[in-house]
């Protein structure tokens, strides 16, 4: 099967976009980790419908016009990992959770290790967001784009939603 990437610029660093039969199966780090996501060989693709749909969400995303992303998603991993990914989609824009809350979610409480340790291999980071994922103390924890990217895009997410809160308020007042 034919894998394509795409790089686009980010406000947390240059992102690769990688799909395979027209489903998102990863976005990858300027500082990528090797290995942390397994692909095989991918080529340039520049002009691939797929990934110029993620990359249009992505800047929505950004700029502050998309909360959720509707795109067709691959995820390449154990069983549990899959089910720690999918978690990961309906944590809400804006809004953190912690490792023992996604635990919980997926009907094992006691795999919270477990549980980070499939957090840092999400493959999908951004789209399945693992930045949403803090330690039980509120501390922000290991992420694979660096703490100051998953710092990035938590201000960003929230000073989103305090804007709308105050536009809200001022169109009632």
Request: charged content about 20%.
């Amino acid at each position: 099967m034919n894998t394509v990437r795409k790089t686009m610029p980010s406000p947390v660093g240059a992102l690769t976009l990688v799909a395979r039969a027209s489903k998102l199966v990863a976005i990858l780090w300027e500082n990528e980790r090797p290995g942390r996501v397994l692909l095989g060989p991918t080529h340039e693709a520049s002009d691939d419908p797929t990934l110029l749909e993620v990359e249009r969400q992505l800047e929505e995303y950004f700029s502050g016009q998309r909360y959720r992303f509707d795109l067709q998603l691959d995820f390449d991993g154990t069983e549990f990992q899959k089910k720690v990914w999918t978690a990961l989609l309906d944590i809400p824009y804006g809004e953190t959770c912690s490792y023992a809350d996604i635990a919980m979610r997926i009907g094992n409480a006691t795999a919270v290790r477990a549980v980070g340790a499939a957090n840092g291999r999400n493959p999908i980071s951004i789209i399945a967001p693992c930045h949403r994922v803090i330690g039980s103390s509120g501390a922000l924890t290991g992420y694979a784009g660096g703490l100051e990217a998953k710092q990035t895009l938590l201000t960003l997410e929230r000073a989103r939603i305090v804007t709308q809160a105050q536009t809200k308020l001022a169109l009632v007042a």
